[in-house]
């Protein structure tokens, strides 16, 4: 507590401490005593204070320290620093001079402890009333504090400081579990609330004292901008909070770190207003993506037929008008490329229909994604051209190159291949093997038409032939078989005619010889005859 022992002895009036002597004082001490013994309370009223003939005696004991006694002498002649002492008027900020003796360590060591406590009390007042001006003017008489009570000074704006961002970290806590009182509706309410809590106007006048806590208070700014973006995907607020964290005066080389997260939350701020004002539009292409995931679920069910769903979502959209949309529309886009990439990749593990995934991602490739996208998707066009070459035959059908070929559909032949043959004595060894060869059930249906022809023009020739042979009175038997002759030639006509007229191959072992499943071993000697001895 400051008690100036001139003031309260009545010695305000002297000009010179040296004319102050100990009989001086021990006379103006009994007179101070006498008032406090006849007052009614028995204290001396000192600014608001009470104090005892304890509190005055401990006083004047400095009185015996020349330089104090200066000092004391000083501060009664200055009188707004000695009645901010006494009683923490701050008229004192008004207009502050700089005299001489603060220049004076002594002086500095002398008041610090005095000054200290009220200049804290002050300085706490102002920062929470967000008044820059006085909080300017109150850190200018900073001067007289030494750097031993810099803490005292300071200590109630720190601790101001350091429950603020105790509390802006424990929403930021609870947004991330999901425990917070605030949502998508007032969510917003947080940007006023870190204005109230660090004035920028203020903060930036505090001394380097709290740029340690500055930092700390940018940090946990950045933390709330990152879980609110995070956890509601409010990008204004984000941005708002980041703009404010940036007009905070952060030294060192934090800055450009905050710098650089502002770019990315604005970058998808202005998107999303973008998005917001193109709504209607990005509501389209989302029917679209939509679409486009029911399908991925109808062939992974085998619901609907593969090819049918390429084609569907082929004639779905028009790609030049996916891909003349703007900026905004990229996210959309990206996600349509990804999700028809999905879609060949489901008929392919799904269906095993090669062409239409091949002809699916096709389409995906076509579609302005960016970089990393159309690589995924050009390295799946490959994989799948690799299979298509490798697989063909197998999982198109060879005979229409068009459908998948059923299970119960397929041709099977048993091929032969030479191993030994001796003339002497006549001997042949041989190996065969039962290859089943794929096929659709449509193609099936029309090589059994031809089949039916076949048999038909044969039999019927080979009566006709008969009929002929007999009519002429030729041998019956040679009739028969010019007449079988005729019929196979003209059966054969018909089977090729009848595939010919669907669009397919026929199934004659002409045909069969160049399928790629049969190429490579009719080209190693194999053959559909078997070898006789």
Known sequence: MYVNPLEILGLSNATDATSIDNEIIKKAKRKLFADIDLSDNGVFEYYGVELTKGNCEKAIDDLT??????????????????????????????????????????????????????????????????????????????SLITQADLNSAFKSVSNNIQNKIAEID?????????????????????????????????????????????????????????????????????????????????????????????????????EKIEQTKNAPLLKKWATVLLTIRDAIKKVEDKTTNSNEAYQNIKDLFVLSELNSLPSFADEIRTQIGYSIRSLSIAIWNKQNDIKSALATINLAIQINVNKDAKEKFK????????????????????????????ENSKISKTIYKETYRSNFPRRVKFSYVEVEIPRCKNCQAVHSKGSEKYWIFLIGGIVLGALIGAMIDEHFII????????????????????????????????????????????????TFSKPNA
């Open 170 to 270: 424990q929403i930021t806590k609870d947004i991330k579990n999901e425990e917070s009182v605030y949502d998508e509706d007032d969510i917003e309410e947080l940007v006023e609330l870190v204005k109230e809590h660090f004035p920028t106007n203020t903060l930036n006048c505090l001394p380097q004292y709290f740029q340690s806590q500055i930092l700390k208070i940018a940090t946990s700014i950045n933390r709330l901008s990152n879980s609110i973006l995070d956890a509601f995907d409010s990008t204004q607020v984000s941005y708002d909070l980041m703009e404010h964290l940036l007009n905070i005066n952060i030294g060192g080389l934090d800055r450009p770190t905050f710098e650089n997260n502002l770019k990315i939350i604005k970058k998808r701020n202005d």
């Open 65 to 142: 320290n020349n330089d104090f006694k200066e000092y004391y002498l000083f501060l009664t002649h200055n009188k707004q620093l000695n009645e901010f002492l006494a009683s923490g008027n701050e008229a004192i900020f008004k207009n502050f001079k700089q005299e001489s003796i603060f220049k004076l360590p002594e002086f500095v060591k002398f008041i610090s402890p005095y000054f200290a406590p009220k200049f804290d009390k002050a300085l706490l007042t102002a920062f929470e009333n967000d008044n820059a001006e006085l909080t300017k003017a109150i850190l200018n008489t900073s």
């Open 479 to 526: 009739g028969g078989l010019i007449g079988g002759a005729i019929g196979w030639f003209v059966g054969n006509s018909k089977e090729s005619g009848i595939s010919s007229k669907e669009g397919i191959k026929d199934a004659s072992e002409s045909t069969l010889y160049g399928h790629p499943i049969l190429y490579q071993r009719m080209k190693e000697g194999w």
């Open 379 to 406: 390295q799946d066009q490959t994989e799948l051209s690799e299979l298509e070459k490798k697989y063909r035959g197998v999982l198109v059908c060879h005979f229409c190159d068009k459908n998948t070929p059923d």
